[in-house]
């Protein structure tokens, strides 16, 4: 009971942290009225600081994008869960769970946690760096590329302009250690009931059901919340801005990728990593399934919205504008909080 207790804290202070996304007391009302917009079928505004960004845009979408709505993007976006879900009980039922053995801490079983999340995500994103960027047979025209500017006349990347392979990989190897450190501490919690688990999901085929459709919906609250932190609050009457200083020493990190690729997606702080992979510890009682459900969505749905390509590659171009402008689209498509606090750009 504490430890849930304090989890709806930490929560309730992350969104509150997220309303500095409007200014204040000039926007105040923006996520009120924005959801009364939506629910009327009408369309939402941008906030007032947010109005004068986007009068300043110069930048058209793909001929893809053009015209496309973003409940499009939505639709098409979810329809990529079942990866996650489909590798998870892949992992689930191939890997032995260490169950009671976790109940130590012992390099046998946290060895084989750290392996199996590096094996994974290292060996996705390296193929589809190779796919997108090295290999002749399979690079994409640049008419598929939102920015055009890293590559060379023959198509080739040049690492100097927004995307660097060889740095965005060392920080995405920090990264895996550190998301498979909190799986690790989740195992070791279940193992020592500290938190309550079940391993049967016929028993509670209801509450499996309903956490494994939520937890794709929580993971992306969770990132909109703790995006906005990191980035600047801009408060009203010259109050210290602490949204900046994460921003300049965190957060900068990641947007060294300015114009990004595949392996920019993990390629963060570490101070960011822990919390970016901190949606994965929840008090609830849950199913080691949905644990790596929102484990490997956590892990691999960033090479999507980096890859910098749109559809048949990743499409992310929602994340990208991001990279591109810095102060819009904070969350993802999906889930329609950037409409909710007037920080949504479409183009």
């Not at 501490?185 to 020592?192: G, I, K, P, Q, R």
Request: proline share 8%.
């Amino acid at each position: 009971a504490p430890a849930t207790a304090l989890w709806f804290v930490w929560a309730a202070a992350c969104l509150l942290l997220a309303r500095q996304t409007m200014r204040v007391p000039a926007g105040i009302l923006f996520p009120l009225s924005n959801a009364v917009c939506i629910l009327r079928g009408a369309s939402p505004s941008p906030a007032p600081a947010t109005a004068a960004m986007l009068r300043r845009s110069n930048t058209s979408p793909t001929s893809k994008q053009q015209g496309r709505s973003i409940w499009v993007d939505v639709a098409a976006r979810y329809m990529r869960l079942t990866t996650y879900a489909v590798l998870a009980y892949v992992t689930y039922v191939v890997i032995p769970h260490p169950g009671l053995q976790a109940v130590e801490w012992r390099s046998g079983w946290v060895s084989l946690v750290l392996v199996r999340n590096l094996t994974l995500t290292l060996g996705i994103y390296a193929g589809w760096h190779h796919l997108l960027y090295e290999s002749a047979a399979t690079r994409l025209d640049k008419a598929c590329k939102y920015s055009t500017s890293n590559l060379l006349a023959d198509g080739t990347l040049d690492p100097t302009k927004g995307y660097d392979p060889a740095r965005d990989r060392r920080l995405t190897f920090v990264g895996v250690l550190i998301a498979s450190a909190f799986e690790c501490l989740m195992l070791h919690m279940w193992a020592t009931k500290s938190l309550p688990s079940y391993d049967n999901l016929s028993s509670r085929p209801q509450r499996s059901l309903l956490l494994l459709l939520v937890i794709p919906y929580w993971s992306d609250v969770h990132f909109f919340a703790i995006h906005r932190l990191i980035h600047p609050w801009r408060l009203p009457y010259g109050l210290p801005d602490p949204g900046h200083l994460l921003y300049r020493h965190v957060h900068s990190v990641h947007h060294k990728a300015y114009n990004p690729g595949p392996w920019s997606g993990l390629a963060m702080h570490p101070i960011e990593h822990a919390l970016f992979f901190s949606s994965i510890l929840v008090p609830f009682q849950q199913h080691p399934l949905h644990l790596y459900v929102g484990l490997f969505y956590k892990l691999i749905a960033p090479l999507a919205g980096h890859d910098g390509y749109e559809s048949p590659a990743g499409d992310g171009y929602f994340h990208f504008l991001h990279h591109k402008y810095f102060e819009c689209n904070y969350g993802s498509p999906a889930v329609p909080l950037d409409m909710l606090f007037g920080t949504l750009r479409q183009q």
